[in-house]
């Protein structure tokens, strides 16, 4: 039975790089996957889905506004048979395109596995990540240490002395130099200005 999963975590836990694994042993079975990744997040180009590790793999690029079961229709139209949906980034989604997705798997009966991040710099979830949670079939963390070796579930912004950043947009690209993963502890910390953060420093997977 098709289903709607979630697959969360804080910052460099390996989502992409579960994502992409996922879609090769789709591949490697002879089924055919299509990758949906959020155009705003260009860092390995428009429509390319790339791991910190390497990997990366063609997608298929979206914005703010697009039906996703649409872009899926015509897929298949065009392709033929899906037997996965992977998207990217998953917290980049509008309310309107998780309910969309939902139409994928219940009208369309095809799974769709989603991979993004819980909440903000801020502490605060994404819209994408809200109703992913609330309608999702499944959920499932990935995840990551704190540099003090605790369980990392928040993410901090930082700026070029490592300092935590406690304003500004929501949606602001970047990597290991801008965002650093964290326990709770350690946010409360670093946001009451105690101390900074390395960033070049990620975390490890657990």
């Known amino acids: 039975m098709a289903k709607l999963y979630f697959y969360y975590s804080a910052m460099n836990a390996g989502k992409t ?10 591949r490697e079975r002879g089924m055919r996957v299509a990758i949906l990744t959020p155009r705003l997040d260009d860092r390995a180009g428009a429509g390319v889905v790339a791991s910190r590790i390497g990997l990366r793999s063609e997608g298929i690029a979206f914005e703010r506004t697009d039906d996703l079961e649409g872009i899926v229709r015509r897929d298949i139209a065009e392709h033929g048979p899906l037997n996965c949906v992977l998207v990217d980034e998953s917290q980049f989604l509008t309310r309107a395109q998780v309910w969309q997705l939902s139409e994928v798997v ?16 801020r502490g605060e979830l994404f819209e994408g990540s809200q109703y992913l949670l609330a309608w999702a079939d499944e959920l499932t963390e990935i995840k990551t240490i704190c540099h003090t070796g605790k369980k990392a579930t928040m993410v ?3 700026d070029g002395q490592g300092r935590a950043v406690r304003e500004g947009p929501q949606v602001e690209i970047g990597g290991n130099d801008r965002y650093v993963s964290v326990s709770r502890a350690e946010y409360k910390k670093v946001m009451r200005g105690e101390g900074t953060i390395d960033p070049v420093q990620p975390p490890l997977p657990l």
């Open 156 to 158: 901090v912004r930082v």
């Open 17 to 26: 790089t579960t994502l992409l694994q996922s879609a090769h042993n789709y």
């Open 106 to 121: 219940d009208a369309l009966r095809i799974p769709v596995l989603c991979y993004g991040l819980r909440t903000d710099f």
